[in-house]
């Protein structure tokens, strides 16, 4: 059974840094490339940020330089880095696994809320 948990996610002020984390199981982890998503209320699901199994990272245009992904093939964890938060960085999180060929895997989702 694939499993895929989010953690990290809260609240936090403007300016501020949460560290998201993804623990992924049932998967043969090193294979897929692992990505972060999120939805604000009332909007469509959007990509933030994807490393692939070898490594190369991207990010949207919104995070590019505030947010990092990286990824411990050991642990088969993919973490999100988010400094410099600002409101609108608040939404819910998803992490994703996607492999060429076979059906992605979701996890459950994290809150992410930034607000004074």
């Known amino acids: 059974q694939v499993q895929l948990v989010e953690s990290g996610g809260g609240l936090v002020q403007p300016g501020g840094s949460l560290r998201l984390s993804c623990a992924a199981s049932?998967?043969?982890?090193?294979?897929?490339?692992m990505g972060w998503y999120r939805q604000a209320p009332g909007k469509q699901r959007e990509w933030v940020a994807t490393i692939t199994s070898g490594g190369s990272t991207n990010y949207a245009g919104s995070v590019k330089g505030r947010f990092t992904i990286s990824r411990d093939n050991a642990k088969n964890t993919v973490d999100l880095q988010m400094n410099s938060l600002k409101p609108e960085d608040t939404a819910v999180y998803y992490c994703?696994?996607?492999?060429?060929?076979?059906?992605?895997?979701w996890g459950q989702g994290t809150q992410v809320t930034v607000s004074s």
């Open positions: 049932g998967i043969t982890f090193r294979s897929y490339a």
């Open positions: 994703n696994a996607d492999r060429p060929g076979l059906f992605p895997y």
